[in-house]
DNA sequence: TTGAAAGCGTTACCAG
DNA sequence: CTGGTAACGCTTTCAA
C-alpha cells in the first residue's frame, strides 16, 4: 500500500508482557487489579502499558469471561415523543445516576421503526450487553422472553398487557395516578367527566382508563362510553379527540387526558369553542411536564416519580445480572396529584 | 426443569456444525452468506440453526473480524439541555435515518459529569464500536484523536474551538447564522443591539458572537463591549444576562440570543420590565425550536439543518470507516432565517 | 464444495 | 508469586 495508510496499531498483552519482561498472565493480573503480584512486577507491566499505549480488547475478554460491563436502555418509541416528553429525561437522568457508581457503560438504544426493531432484536440478542432495560414496549414484544433466554438479563419499565409476569418490571401505578385525578375533579363537583385515553395497546394506556373507571365507579357515576375517546399520547389527538367529545356530549364539564400533551391538545380545542377553564371545563393531565407548567391555563395534572423509576430499573436490573436464578420482581411507584389552574 | 437456575445455553457454531453434519466452516459460510456452499449443506445448516435456536456470539466474530458493526453517537451534553432542546432530537432523526440503509446499530453514549466522561472514554477506547460520532464537545477534549489513534472512526459533529484539523467534521454555519439575524434587525432599524452569547468553549457559541460582531461591522456599527453579555445556552442564563444588559444600557433596541431558550428568557425579562416586544426591544434567537413557535410573542430566529447534518455525519462516518487513509474532511451546513412576531 | 486447522487477544487454571 | 497452557467461539486460509 502506497496510501498514507495508518493502520493503528493496538499492542496485546503479549507484547505488553514482553516488554515488562513477564509473562502474559502477570500482566492479566496487574490490569485486572489482582493482589497476586509482586510490587515490583506491577510496576514494570504498568510503565510497560503506559509505554506502549496498551488498551485491552473488549472482544478478547467478552470472549472469555462472557461479559461486556455495559448495559442497554431501550427506548421503543418516537424520537418525536423521545425529545418532546420529560419522561425521558427524567428517566435517562435517574439510570444514569444509579449507574454512576457502577462501572458500567450505559447505551441508549432507539427503535422506532420495524426494521430498527429488528436489527436491534439481532445486536441485543448477541450478547452486546450484560442487560437491557426495555421502556415503552408496545404491544406483547416478545423481545423480553427472548433476551432472557439468550442470557441477557432483563428488566421492563412499564408493564406489558398481558399480566405475562415472568420478566422483572418497575412501572408507575398508572391506575391509582389516574384514579387521583378523576377523584379530584369529582371533589371539585364535576359529573360528567370525559377521558381522552392513550393507547390501548400500552399498559399505561390501558391502566389510566381502568383508574377513570374506579374513580367514577366509587363516587357511583355511570361510566358512559360517550365520553371516552382513544387518543396516542399526542397533541393532536388531544385536539381531534376533545373535537369529538364536544360533538357527542355539548355539555361535559371535565376531562381527564392521559398525557399532558393531549391535554394541552384539549386546551386549544376548548378554546377555540369559546369554553372557559376551569369554568365551563375542568382540565386534568397526566406526567406533569414542562408543557404543563406553561400551559395556558397551566395544568393541574399528575405527577410521576419517572427519575426514581430509572434508579429502581437499574437496581434491578444488578440484582438480576449478579444473580440470574431470582424470580422475577415487579414494583410499582407512587403518584402525586399537582394541582394548577385548569381544574 | 424444578430448579429456577435455568443457565442459558447458547449453542456453539460447533454444535450447529455436528448437528447439521458439516465442518464448522460450512456453517461459518453460511451464515456470512458465503455463495460456496451447496444448496443442500446450506438447507441442513440452516434447518439445524433453527432448531438449535443458535445465534453468532458477538465477542467471538468482532475478536476475529475486528468489527463490531455498531456506531456510537457520543452526547457530552447535560440531560437537561439534551432533552429540552430540539437539535439532539432533530440530530438522532437525521442518524437514524441514514443509518436505516446500513446494518449498522446506533449507540447513544451520554457523557455529563467527568466520572461518566472517563467511563465512556474507556469503553470507546476499547474497540467498542467501529465509529463514533461526537457531538457538542466542549473545550479542547483530546477524545477524537484518541480514538482515531485506536482505529476508531471519528467526526466530529461542531467543531472545536481550535483550529485543530485533523479529525473530519460536520458543521452548522453559525457564523454566518448569526451574522443573518443581527443582519435582519439593522434592517428592521435596529441599532443599539445587544448579544447574550452562548458558551465560550464551544465553537457554537464562539462563532455565534463572531457573526454578530461581522454584522454590525459591515454596518459601521461600532462593536460595543457593554451589549455583550456571556450565557450558556439555558434560559435562566437568558433572563439573568437580560437583565444585567438592561442595566448596563437602558435604551436597548434590539437583542440576539445565541439560543432559543436563552431569547425566551430574555423575553420574561423584558416583560417584566414592561417593555414591548418588539416595540421597544426586537428579539431574535438560534435554532428554531418548538419554543420559539410557542413563545410569547413567537420567536424570530435561525433554523438550522440539523437533521441534514445528523445525515451528514453519517455519510462522513461510513466514508471513514470504508477507507481509513482518507484525510479528514470539513463541512458547514447553511442555516435561514426564520421571521416571526418578535422582530 | 468442503473439512481441518490455525489463529484472534484474553482469562483462568496449573504446576512450579 | 509466576509463567505456561488450555480454552472462549468464530473466521479464514489451505488442502483435499
Redesign the pocket.
Known amino acids: 500500500m502506497t496510501s498514507p495508510s495508518r493502520e493503528p496499531v ?1 499492542p ?3 507484547q505488553v508482557a514482553a516488554r515488562a ?6 500482566v ?2 496487574v ?2 487489579n489482582s ?4 510490587t ?2 506491577r510496576q514494570r507491566v504498568l510503565a510497560a502499558i503506559r509505554e506502549l499505549g ?1 488498551v ?2 473488549r472482544a ?2 467478552a ?3 462472557n461479559r461486556t460491563d455495559s448495559v442497554a436502555l431501550v427506548l421503543c418509541e418516537s424520537d418525536e415523543r423521545l425529545f418532546s416528553e420529560p419522561f425521558f429525561a427524567s428517566l435517562v437522568r435517574g439510570v444514569s445516576a444509579e449507574l454512576a457508581d457502577t462501572d458500567l457503560q450505559l447505551l441508549l438504544a432507539l427503535s422506532q421503526t420495524g426494521y430498527e426493531r429488528d436489527r436491534l432484536d439481532r445486536h441485543l440478542t448477541r450478547q452486546y450487553v450484560d442487560g437491557a432495560m426495555l421502556v415503552s414496549l408496545h404491544g406483547d414484544d416478545p423481545l423480553p422472553e427472548k433476551l432472557e433466554a439468550r442470557g441477557v438479563a432483563t428488566v421492563l419499565g412499564g408493564r406489558r398487557p398481558s399480566s405475562n409476569q415472568s420478566i422483572s418490571y418497575v412501572d408507575i401505578d398508572n391506575r391509582n395516578g389516574a384514579r387521583r385525578a378523576v377523584e379530584y375533579l369529582i371533589s371539585q363537583g364535576r359529573r360528567c367527566i370525559a377521558t381522552i385515553t392513550g393507547p390501548q395497546d400500552m399498559s399505561a394506556g390501558v391502566e389510566r382508563l381502568a383508574g377513570y373507571e374506579d374513580a367514577l365507579r366509587a363516587a357511583r357515576i355511570t361510566v358512559n362510553p360517550n365520553l371516552i375517546v382513544a387518543g396516542d399520547f399526542t397533541q393532536r389527538s388531544g385536539e381531534t379527540s376533545m373535537r369529538e367529545l364536544l360533538d357527542r356530549v355539548p355539555d361535559i364539564d371535565a376531562v381527564f387526558a392521559a398525557s399532558d400533551l393531549m391535554a394541552v391538545g384539549a386546551l386549544t380545542q376548548l378554546r377555540a369553542t369559546n369554553r372557559s377553564i376551569p369554568g365551563d371545563v375542568a382540565v386534568v393531565g397526566f406526567d406533569d411536564s414542562l408543557l404543563a407548567q406553561h400551559a395556558n391555563p397551566p395544568l393541574t395534572t399528575i405527577r410521576q416519580p419517572v427519575e426514581a423509576m430509572g434508579r429502581r430499573m437499574v437496581r434491578t436490573l444488578l440484582a438480576r445480572i449478579a444473580d440470574r436464578a431470582a424470580p422475577p420482581t415487579a414494583e410499582l411507584m407512587d403518584t402525586e396529584l399537582i394541582v394548577r389552574a385548569s381544574a
Open positions: 493496538r496485546t498483552l503479549e519482561g513477564v509473562g502474559r498472565g502477570t492479566s493480573r490490569i485486572n493482589p497476586q503480584v509482586s515490583e512486577a496498551y485491552p480488547n478478547a475478554r470472549l472469555v469471561t
